[in-house]
């Protein structure tokens, strides 16, 4: 954590912020003002339940749109599993750090959390990559990818409390929410002179 942190909040405060129609922005606004005062209560809640707050994104200005809806990256350290901006989700850009003591740890934290919508796993050691993905309750997961959402023709969506209804969007899923199964069985016997045939049919 203190090798990486450093890192995080360098690159955290180079993200350029602007319009979204500028194609060099690295993020652009968030939808509504309602959504500013829902992303910055929870950055306030953080502090007030003693979280590390390292970078502050509330109440961030964009040249030219001092009346647009931007919230600055936040960062957060020392977060732990009974605050508000651990067991929920937040939706803005704000990441809080937790720290555990082994690789068994951080799966076993994941996993106890009621939602499960994305994660990721950083590393350069292809059996950490292999375990972490056969280990973890999540719906979509990332290895090297900062933002496990897949293509289309894959299911989208979380586990646990991040799934909505009974099935994912798009990909296979997302078909079978808008159709109904049909299984017809057939059968033409060469000789049909025999009678009728009431025994399971069998490849012969």
Not at 2 to 9: G, I, K, V
Not at 24 to 45: D, F, K, L, N
Not at 123 to 128: E, I, N, R
Request: proline share 5%; net charge neutral; aromatic share 10%.
């Amino acid at each position: 954590g203190e090798r990486l942190l450093p890192m995080l909040t360098e690159r955290a405060r180079q993200l350029k912020i602007d319009n979204g129609m500028n194609p060099e922005a690295e993020m652009g606004p968030v939808i509504t003002r309602e959504a500013v005062q829902r992303i910055e209560s929870y950055i306030a809640s953080g502090v007030e339940q003693g979280a590390k707050l390292i970078l502050d994104g509330r109440n961030h200005k964009v040249a030219g749109h001092e009346g647009g809806y931007f919230v600055g990256g936040t960062l957060f350290d020392h977060v732990t599993p009974e605050m508000k901006i651990y067991q929920e989700e937040i939706f803005g850009p704000v990441l809080s750090c937790t720290r555990v003591a082994s690789f068994d740890d951080a799966v076993d934290l994941i996993n106890r959390h009621q939602f499960g919508n994305g994660v990721s796993c950083f590393t350069s050691d292809g059996g950490v990559a292999r375990e972490f993905g056969r280990r973890i309750q999540v719906g979509m997961v990332g290895i090297n990818v900062p933002i496990p959402v897949p293509m289309a023709w894959h299911g989208f969506g979380g586990w646990k409390s991040s799934l909505f209804g009974d099935t994912h969007a798009y990909g296979e899923e997302g078909v079978r929410f808008y159709t109904r199964q049909k299984s017809i069985m057939q059968r033409w016997p060469n000789n049909i002179k025999k009678g009728a045939d009431f025994a399971m049919p069998t490849a012969h």
